[in-house]
T-cell receptor
Framework: DAGVIQSPRHEVTEMGQEVTLRCKPI?????LFWYRQTMMRGLELLIY????????DSGMPEDRFSAKMPNASFSTLKIQPSEPRDSAVYFC?????????????FGPGTRLTVL | GENVEQHPSTLSVQEGDSAVIKCTYS??????FPWYKQELGKRPQLIID?????GEKKDQRIAVTLNKTAKHFSLHITETQPEDSAVYFC???????????FGTGTSLTVIP
């Protein structure tokens, strides 16, 4: 089975540019999570969806960040405009939520560098 | 919301020794506690998990214990090997949802 797929794996962009990160969850999973990882702040939950509906976006840093999940097999995280402090590794994870929390499977991550 | 604290932040052990990482949580309603291992440049991967109706779980050299009264849980790695060197994260998940609250991570180094 294919795991969680993320693209691109690496992104280098200049300050002010729009960045779009993409994620395909594991087939059959109904929950999707976006995380950001930095040395300073560790692993932060940005937003998560259940059945394509955003449940908690309290971790989204500011209005420059937005996330969508138009269907069960695709999600995007967009940063517009990007800033150097957005440089981090962004992970997408998915899980099957039934009667309680269960294992989250992480994608390989997107390493974002904003110059 | 839930607050997870993890200690120590770094840990060095000799190969063959045991390693113990401890986490505490604040929300007594949390009921799922996974542990993830992250090697350098790689994604976090689940190594073991435990639910609140169980006090201990073991998988070969790895075990996790849970004390619901004290609200803490621990990861135990026995007979450590160099390939155990990585960052380990604990997490807690509330009964009412499925998001994880992660600890800050422990960087484990196993010295050959």
């Amino acid at each position: 089975d294919a795991g969680v797929i993320q693209s691109p794996r690496h992104e280098v962009t200049e300050m002010g540019q729009e960045v779009t990160l993409r994620c395909k969850p594991i087939s059959g999973h109904n929950s999707l999570f976006w995380y950001r990882q930095t040395m300073m702040r560790g692993l932060e939950l940005l937003i998560y969806f259940n059945n394509n509906v955003p449940i908690d976006d309290s971790g989204m840093p500011e209005d420059r960040f937005s996330a969508k999940m138009p269907n069960a097999s695709f999600s995007t995280l967009k940063i517009q405009p990007s800033e150097p402090r957005d440089s981090a590794v962004y992970f997408c994870a998915s899980s099957l939520f039934q009667q309680g929390a269960d294992t989250q499977y992480f994608g390989p991550g997107t390493r974002l560098t904003v110059l | 919301g839930e607050n997870v604290e993890q200690h120590p932040s770094t840990l060095s052990v000799q190969e063959g020794d045991s390693a113990v990482i401890k986490c505490t949580y604040s929300d007594s309603a949390s009921n799922y506690f996974p542990w993830y291992k992250q090697e350098l440049g790689k994604r976090p991967q689940l190594i073991i998990d435990i639910r609140s109706n169980v006090g201990e779980k073991k998988d070969q050299r790895i075990a996790v214990t849970l004390n619901k009264t004290a609200k803490h849980f621990s990861l135990h790695i026995t007979e450590t090997q160099p390939e155990d060197s990585a960052v380990y994260f604990c997490a807690a998940s509330p009964y009412t949802g499925n998001q994880f609250y992660f600890g800050t991570g422990t960087s484990l180094t196993v010295i050959p």
